[in-house]
């Protein structure tokens, strides 16, 4: 019997819808576009120290080369921000640490793969075996340039993919199939001339609209990046100690953001509000314990303490604050404990 893919395609969207997705779209192989600007990226050594992102050459803008026989891709949404969870409040008060929201919860690369793979198997059970491989933000995968081709949404200022309906605080995920399904029309941008996510950006590393460069940009420095955080970019960092959501709290879009029905993604151990001081004293043992299944884990223990001296040097000047810098002062790490001293001038 033949297939009807039109069929398929929108039971693929109804099963998607009930694994918790909030969006599903379809769309090709054809990323050149993405590919020239991704290649300009590069050469203006926007990516910093992040190699990964040249090593496998055309693969990560060439899906056929990553997976072959993949002719079309699935790619999904999944809203990530718990209810009532603050956001400017944290900002504001430098005693305490903001870590961005989606980290908040249990690492979403398992979650969203684990959905995915049961996307897959739906679709097996309906139609036999077929060609696929899924992703979430785990190989050499343009998920924004795919996301904004699939109609997901479009590519905001900030270099996000925004909707309409749901803002930004969504993450993506992948599936390469060798289904020839039909394709999803891209939207509209819907940016106009609003800059506000270029202007709040703490170290302006919106160099351009859509344009990152990852070596000002907060969640670079705090997460990937493995050595020290440049002096010029310390103070702007605030109380920001994992990643950075600024330009996603002032968006005009996020006013409509939908908040998550994912109970995974709701914060652990107190992490939406808790005291910069009390992260800093964590161990080496308390930090792995508490980041069981986190992308917290992701800059190390080293790049952890790192951060959070970096905010405590921002914080208001306090015994509890002095000590506990000080504490760390002869911790078996340079590159720490060049943060602890900087921070310990910032109080004199």
């Given at each position: 019997?033949?297939?009807?893919?039109n069929e398929?395609k929108?039971?693929i969207?109804?099963?998607?819808?009930?694994?918790?997705?909030?969006?599903?779209?379809?769309?090709?192989t054809?990323?050149?576009?993405?590919?020239?600007r991704?290649n300009?990226?590069?050469?203006n050594?926007?990516?910093?120290?992040?190699?990964?992102m040249?090593?496998?050459g055309?693969k990560?803008?060439?899906?056929e080369?990553?997976?072959?026989?993949?002719?079309?891709?699935i790619?999904?949404?999944?809203?990530?921000?718990p209810?009532?969870?603050?956001?400017?409040?944290?900002?504001?008060?430098?005693s305490?640490?903001?870590?961005?929201?989606?980290?908040?919860?249990?690492d979403?690369?398992?979650l969203?793969?684990?959905?995915?793979?049961?996307?897959?198997?739906?679709?097996?059970?309906?139609?036999?075996?077929?060609?696929?491989?899924?992703?979430?933000?785990s190989?050499?995968?343009?998920?924004?340039?795919?996301?904004?081709?699939?109609?997901?949404?479009?590519t905001?200022k900030?270099?996000?993919?925004?909707?309409?309906?749901?803002?930004?605080?969504?993450?993506l995920?992948?599936?390469?199939t060798?289904?020839?399904?039909?394709l999803?029309?891209p939207?509209?941008?819907?940016c106009?001339k609003?800059?506000?996510?270029?202007d709040?950006?703490?170290t302006q590393a919106?160099?351009?609209?859509h344009?990152?460069?990852?070596?000002?940009?907060?969640?670079?420095l705090?997460?990937?990046?493995?050595?020290?955080?440049?002096?010029e970019?310390?103070k702007?960092m605030g109380n920001?100690?994992?990643?950075?959501?600024?330009?996603?709290i002032?968006?005009?879009?996020?006013?409509?953001?939908?908040?998550t029905?994912?109970t995974s993604?709701?914060?652990?151990?107190?992490?939406?509000?808790?005291?910069l001081?009390?992260?800093f004293?964590w161990?080496?043992?308390t930090?792995l314990?508490?980041?069981?299944?986190?992308?917290?884990?992701?800059?190390?223990?080293?790049?952890?303490?790192?951060?959070?001296?970096?905010?405590?040097?921002?914080?208001?000047?306090?015994?509890e604050?002095?000590?506990a810098?000080k504490?760390?002062?002869?911790?078996?790490?340079?590159?720490?404990q060049e943060?602890?001293k900087?921070s310990?001038?910032?109080?004199?």
């Amino acid at each position: 019997m033949q297939l009807n893919f039109n069929e398929l395609k929108n039971q693929i969207k109804d099963w998607g819808l009930e694994l918790g997705f909030y969006k599903v779209g379809i769309t090709d192989t054809n990323l050149s576009i993405a590919e020239s600007r991704l290649n300009q990226w590069l050469e203006n050594k926007f990516n910093a120290n992040m190699d990964y992102m040249q090593k496998h050459g055309t693969k990560r803008s060439r899906p056929e080369e990553l997976v072959p026989g993949t002719i079309r891709i699935i790619s999904v949404s999944m809203n990530y921000l718990p209810p009532d969870v603050a956001l400017k409040e944290v900002l504001k008060d430098k005693s305490k640490a903001y870590i961005a929201r989606y980290t908040l919860g249990k690492d979403y690369h398992k979650l969203i793969r684990k959905k995915l793979q049961k996307l897959a198997e739906k679709i097996q059970a309906e139609i036999g075996e077929f060609g696929y491989r899924a992703f979430c933000d785990s190989a050499p995968v343009l998920e924004r340039a795919i996301a904004e081709k699939a109609g997901i949404g479009w590519t905001g200022k900030n270099a996000m993919i925004m909707n309409k309906e749901a803002g930004s605080w969504f993450l993506l995920g992948e599936i390469y199939t060798d289904l020839p399904l039909p394709l999803d029309e891209p939207i509209k941008a819907h940016c106009g001339k609003c800059t506000a996510c270029i202007d709040i950006c703490p170290t302006q590393a919106i160099v351009a609209p859509h344009i990152i460069d990852a070596r000002r940009c907060i969640s670079y420095l705090t997460i990937e990046n493995k050595g020290s955080i440049p002096i010029e970019f310390r103070k702007a960092m605030g109380n920001r100690i994992f990643g950075c959501d600024d330009c996603q709290i002032i968006c005009p879009w996020n006013r409509f953001a939908k908040y998550t029905k994912e109970t995974s993604f709701l914060p652990r151990h107190n992490l939406d509000n808790i005291k910069l001081v009390e992260l800093f004293m964590w161990s080496e043992e308390t930090f792995l314990e508490k980041t069981q299944g986190s992308a917290l884990r992701r800059p190390g223990y080293v790049g952890w303490l790192r951060n959070i001296a970096v905010a405590l040097g921002n914080s208001p000047t306090s015994d509890e604050v002095i000590s506990a810098l000080k504490s760390r002062l002869n911790f078996p790490s340079d590159i720490v404990q060049e943060h602890v001293k900087w921070s310990l001038d910032k109080h004199k």
